[in-house]
């Protein structure tokens, strides 16, 4: 939203897993259509773990409403399945995500508004003069300036006729 937020709560929800060790993050929050960026990370917490393990399997990540269509195949979940659960826990993550706006007319015209998107991704260990710097999961995101638009459409009459023939 054109800043910079700590410790955003707002309709997130973490659950802690496997005795403490590990969570699950769920949250919803609102971006403007500029290019921007959010992470997940250690950095608003008031003591540093140890060690900081940013390894990860993404479940979901969605922009703007789910379309309840089953025969669009697009990109609206292009990270759900994302398995780094055996990677450096060490390691910084970053999403490299560009983001396409998508509009589904149905046949009565009615028309829903939704995002799909394309990732690169990339792993590493950051170091500074000081050492280690503390991992992040990021998600880096530019808007497309084109629009996909999917229209439902009935098949015409003649067609119908010419395969029953």
Request: charged residues 15%; hydrophobic residues 35%; positive net charge.
């Amino acid at each position: 939203m054109g800043r910079h937020e700590v410790g955003h709560i707002d309709n997130s929800m973490k659950i802690p897993l496997n005795n403490g060790n590990g969570c699950r993050f769920e949250g919803q929050f609102t971006i403007n259509k500029v290019p921007g960026n959010f992470h997940v990370s250690t950095h608003s917490a008031t003591a540093q773990p140890q060690n900081p393990d940013m390894s990860h399997f993404i479940h979901m990540l969605s922009f703007g409403d789910t379309l309840q269509v089953t025969h669009i195949h697009g990109a609206f979940n292009a990270l759900g399945g994302a398995d780094r659960l055996a990677s450096n826990p060490l390691a910084s993550h970053d999403y490299i995500l560009k983001i396409v706006p998508t509009v589904f007319e149905d046949l009565s015209g009615k028309q829903r508004f939704s995002y799909q998107y394309t990732v690169a991704n990339k792993e590493y260990v950051a170091y500074s003069h000081t050492g280690r710097i503390i991992p992040a999961i990021w998600f880096r995101y530019d808007l497309s300036p084109i629009t996909v638009k999917y229209t439902e459409r009935r098949q015409p009459m003649y067609r119908f006729i010419t395969t029953v023939s």
